[in-house]
C-alpha cells in the first residue's frame, strides 16, 4: 500500500529558503522532504528552523512569495 500527499509551497523564508510553508501553515523542510513539526517553548509557539527556535512571528517577517518557476518541459 502507497499513500501520497501533494502540498502546494507559497512561501519560503529568505534566510533558509528550503524551509517553505503552505497556507495552511505547514512548514516543509525541502531538502529532507519532512514535514517540521510546530513546537511550543515557553508559550510561544514558533519552529525549530536550522537547529535554532523560531517564533512564528518572527518568521512571518521572513516569508516571501515563491516566483514561478517557468519550466520548459
Not at 512548514?27 to 513539526?37: F, M, Q
Not at 511550543?40 to 516569508?63: A, D, H, P
Request: net charge positive; charged share 25%; with cysteine.
Amino acid at each position: 500500500m502507497q499513500i501520497t500527499v501533494n502540498y502546494d509551497l507559497k512561501w519560503q523564508l529568505k534566510t533558509a529558503p528550503n524551509y517553505q510553508f503552505t497556507d495552511d501553515g505547514i512548514c516543509i523542510n525541502t531538502l529532507r522532504g519532512k514535514i517540521v513539526r510546530k513546537v511550543v517553548v515557553s508559550s510561544t509557539k514558533g519552529y525549530c528552523i536550522n537547529g535554532k527556535f523560531r517564533s512564528v512571528l518572527q518568521l512571518r517577517k521572513e516569508l516571501i512569495k515563491i516566483e514561478k518557476i517557468i519550466c520548459p518541459f
